[in-house]
């Protein structure tokens, strides 16, 4: 029986994990070089670095299997503990998602529809690649990427040169530029015996490259079908366990692949308050070979995301949670920095009205509501 789950990262995430685990009886430890790392309280802290190899055996040695919440542990500190305990999701999920161009190129192998890539290492491989795409695409850094970091937009002949002064030293790609319509993710949980549940295709709003609101369920039936298929083909094919998102991009009524994260997902923090089993619960019960909860949702969820720094609102109800029925607030206990990630939280209603009138309010209260205009967000709210 698994009683220890290492984490290697102990961000919001693992926090996150940690939180869901402990009602199943699930202790947890964590390697991560950060000494203030938030996930730290839940748990043991192995402050040290993703290569420590000293570090890595202690942490493998101690856990009944070993999980992550961060993509960009070197390859062989993951195969490093898998001697040593079992790693889920499979390492080479991991790898996949750790450079743009094996991940694009896994999908497109697998038929999961994506923008048109090349990779560029060169300056004339950039203006191969505009030329073969066309203006406007994306050149992005193939590897470290996070949150629209390490990414540009190229609209004219003239930005290429500006891109290549700035990220010309990394290995990177070049995609189309998808003028999408709304941008979405799928979040699945496969367990070992290959059992799959999914949750309901989610919206998402981003700001400067960062995720700002979630909503879920948005879609019908039909797309979510689609999007299941689209995801269930990598989960197969990478014989997945654990918790994955496939963010996708929704084009005139077609889905297009951005990228997949092999971990829980901050699109998928609404679970944790909208009924059913939350991907940090079903994570856990995939790595540790459990039977998945369900994921039947009736109610209807927004997240936004709080960042920088905790607003003066949130301060004020995360003392009383109870406050505003059906508003459920998160804080990662992060020191402020601008831009960071350092808590959210999540509307819950059980109709399409209820959630507008909530989610409006409290978008006033934060101040955000101009900024990302709800109405419009709220517009494809399917019924
Ligand atoms: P990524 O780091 O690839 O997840 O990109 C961050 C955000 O940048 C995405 O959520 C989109 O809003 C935007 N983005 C990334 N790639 C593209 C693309 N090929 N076309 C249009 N927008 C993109």
Redesign the pocket.
């Known amino acids: 029986m698994i009683k220890t789950v290492g984490i290697l990262g102990a961000g919001q995430l693992a926090r996150m994990l940690a939180q869901a685990g402990k009602p199943l009886g699930l202790e947890f430890i964590f390697l991560d070089p950060a000494e203030d790392a938030c996930a730290a309280e839940f748990g043991e802290h192995i402050c040290a670095g993703w290569d420590d190899e000293v570090a890595l055996r202690q942490l493998g040695q101690r856990s009944d299997v070993v999980t992550f919440d961060f993509e960009n542990v070197p390859e062989s500190s993951a195969s490093l503990i898998e001697s040593l305990c079992p790693v889920y999701p499979p390492p080479r999920a991991l790898f996949k998602s750790q450079d743009r161009m094996r991940e694009k190129t896994m999908m497109q192998e697998l038929g999961i529809p994506v ?1 048109p890539f090349y990779p560029v290492s060169s300056r004339p491989d950039l203006a191969a690649a505009v030329e073969k795409i066309g203006l406007p695409c ?1 050149l ?1 850094t193939r590897r470290f ?4 970091k390490g ?1 540009a937009v190229l609209r004219f002949q003239e930005d290429m040169e500006r891109a290549w002064q700035v990220l010309g030293d990394h290995e990177l790609i070049c ?6 319509d709304v ?1 979405c993710s799928i979040i699945a949980a496969r367990g070992k015996d290959g059992r799959t549940v999914f949750w309901p295709l989610t919206q ?1 709003l ?1 700001r400067d ?1 960062i995720l700002a609101i979630s909503m879920a369920p948005a879609f019908d039936s039909q797309l979510q079908s689609r999007a299941e298929a689209l995801i269930q083909r990598l989960l197969d094919h990478l014989d997945y366990v654990g918790v994955m998102a496939l ?1 996708l ?1 929704l084009k005139d009524g077609e889905l297009l692949a ?2 997949f994260a092999p971990r829980v997902h901050n699109s998928g923090h609404w679970t944790i308050d909208g009924d059913g089993t939350s991907q940090f619960e079903n994570h856990l019960r995939a790595i540790c070979g459990l039977p998945l909860g369900d994921t039947e949702n009736s109610s209807r969820s927004l997240m936004f995301n709080l960042l920088g720094e905790m607003p003066a609102y949130a301060k004020q109800h995360l003392a009383d949670q109870n406050a505003i029925p059906g508003v459920h607030w998160h804080d990662y206990r992060k020191t402020a920095r601008a831009g960071r990630k350092i808590g959210h939280v999540t509307v819950v209603a059980g109709s399409e009205a209820g959630l507008r009138a909530r989610a409006a309010q409290l978008a006033s209260e934060l101040g955000v509501a101009e900024e990302l205009n709800l109405e419009n967000v709220m517009q494809g709210l399917s019924n």
């Not at 990427?145 to 629209?148: A, I, V």
């Not at 995609?175 to 999408?180: I, L, N, P, Q, R």
């Open positions: 923008a994306v992005k990427g996070y949150d629209g990414q995609e189309g530029f998808v003028s999408f941008e998402n981003h490259g963010e991009f951005n990228e």
